[in-house]
């Protein structure tokens, strides 16, 4: 498996009738297989909703961020807030290929067959096969810095690349500047550390927000729901 890539799955069921999955941006991409085929589901820059009506078995692979445009030979840019049939980007004879090598798979064996078909292309993008977009070291570095709260700013300098450069880099990694990569990283310590037992309070702190108003608003704008809403509602569910 990839460093960093999940594999994910949704019951037969879909969910119980009428529960709506709320997909909070996390900054990954996810290459998905369904009832209706292969897709990709681009970074979101805010939270996505999946109805709970959406029948069938689903398994994805979601990749980290910055590592989906080498993979996919895609900018990200061209798949933010979207949902694009794997055809669109690799053709109908390769989709349908592959869907039919996923077609009846476990989970397991599905996420399999989806980690070597990543790591291939990785492998490819890196040795500059044609078409293909090299993953970016410098932005993976970016990754890590701002998961532990270094600034843009600061993070730009210790790469050595200037802020124009940096952002329009990260618009083919990432699919939106390292500002919103930042508020979305920073959204997800928070919660991570809500969930796993820390006061609002003290996860806004620790996180790098001014306050707890600031982690609440910040909440509602790429969430779309109150914090309590989001820890400990129906409706608040991470992943796809």
């Known amino acids: 498996m990839l460093p960093g890539a999940v594999v994910w799955s949704r019951g037969a069921a879909g969910g119980s009738a009428g529960a709506v999955t709320r997909v909070l941006p996390d900054g990954c991409i996810d290459l998905i297989h369904g ?3 292969l897709l990709v589901a681009g970074p979101d820059r805010s939270a996505h909703l999946v109805p709970g009506t959406v029948d069938g078995a689903w398994v ?5 961020p910055g590592l989906a445009p080498a993979v996919l030979g895609v900018p990200a840019s061209e798949l933010v807030d979207r ?4 055809a669109a980007l690799w053709g109908d004879a390769t989709a349908a290929e592959l869907s039919e090598r996923l077609a009846g798979a476990t989970t397991a064996r599905a996420g399999d067959v989806l980690g070597v078909l990543a790591r291939r292309r990785l492998a490819d993008a890196a040795d500059g096969g044609p078409g ?3 993953p970016d070291p410098a932005l993976l570095r970016l990754v890590g ?3 532990h709260g270094v600034a843009v700013g600061r993070a730009a300098d210790a790469l050595g690349v200037g802020t124009r450069q940096l952002h329009r880099r990260s618009l083919v990694a990432f699919g939106y ?3 919103t990569l930042a508020r979305i990283l920073r959204l997800t310590t928070a919660l991570d550390l809500v969930r ?20 609440s608003r910040e909440v509602r704008a790429l969430a779309g729901v109150p914090l309590r809403q989001l820890v400990g ?3 608040g569910s991470s992943g796809a």
């Open 177 to 179: 500047g390292p500002k």
């Open 145 to 147: 810095a701002l998961r």
């Open 132 to 134: 293909r977009i090299r």
């Open 60 to 64: 994805g692979l979601r990749l980290p």
């Open 196 to 215: 796993g037992g820390r006061p609002p309070a003290e996860a806004a702190a620790v996180a790098g927000y001014a306050d707890q108003p600031h982690l």
């Open 35 to 37: 009832p209706t085929g």
């Open 233 to 235: 509602g129906p409706a």
């Open 83 to 86: 949902r694009v049939p794997l």
